[in-house]
Every structure is written in structure tokens, then in C-alpha cells.
């Protein structure tokens, strides 16, 4: 088994003493939160993509989304208190985040950004994000989430 990278995700979760697991899976461009899923055995529903969006004015935020479901940018908006809100592109994403697009971690990012989560997810018993780098995922309780993010809670999820 690959050995864990030291990412900034991994430093703050360690810093913060939050519990976690490591797991391993083979990135596939473009294969997204299926491949991790498949990979790692766990249903895709608990596997969350850290996506990062801007609003209107370019003011860069996390959101938290299960991996299969898709986002309702419109709805996001509306409970943010703004007009619009998009994905940004690749190369801006790295700049805001400071990881690789498809190695995206909500934890450590380069700038610190507001971070919105669904709320089922809140619900979930275990929740595997990325943990900084393409193909690692960490494992840790919602609540030790809720610990390192103090996330706000939305309602964006559509059925993907």
C-alpha cells in the first residue's frame, strides 16, 4: 500500500487532532467520485467532492457535495445571499485552493475560503474526502469535519 502523503490537509488534520483513515485509489482523469467509490468499497453517496465556486463579485467558496449528486448553482446562491454562483475553472480553482483539480482538499486550502456543506452529509457515519492529492482520500466522522471547517449548512443537492 502507497504510503500517505504529506499534505497540507493531512498537517491540519493532524494539528487539530482529528482522527482519520487513509485510502488509496487509482485517479483516473475525469473519473471522479465513481472511481473512488468503486475503488475504495464504500457507496458513492459518502465519498464528497470539495468543489471550489465563486460568486458574482469573484469571491472564491467551498462546498461540500455528495459525490453523487450534482449542485443547483441556483439554489447555493439563493441561501448565500447572492445573485450567482459558478464553478471556477481549473487553473483558478488550483490558485484558490492550492491543490490540483481532482486533488482538491476542503482542509489546508492556500486561501482560506468560506466553506458550505450539504447537509445530509452531516448525517452520514463516515465521510472520505480528499486528503490534498490526486488518488488519497481520508476518512473521518462528520463531526471531526464540522470540527476542522465550522462549515455553514446548505440545501444544493440535486440527484445525480
Known sequence: MSKAPSTSATRLLK???????????????????AVAARALGVPEHAVVKTLVLE?????????????????STKALARQLGCKAVHLCKPEVANRHSGYLVGGTSPFGTRKAMPVYVEKSILALERAFLNGGSRG????????DLVRALHPTEVEAGLEG
Do not use: C, Q
Open 15 to 33: 494539528a487539530l487532532k482529528i482522527s482519520y483513515t487513509e485510502h488509496f485509489y487509482t485517479y483516473e482523469e475525469h473519473g471522479g467520485t
Open 55 to 71: 460568486d458574482e463579485s469573484g469571491k472564491p467558496l467551498v462546498l461540500l457535495m455528495h459525490g453523487d449528486r450534482e449542485v
Open 136 to 143: 488519497f482520500l481520508v476518512g473521518l466522522a462528520p463531526a
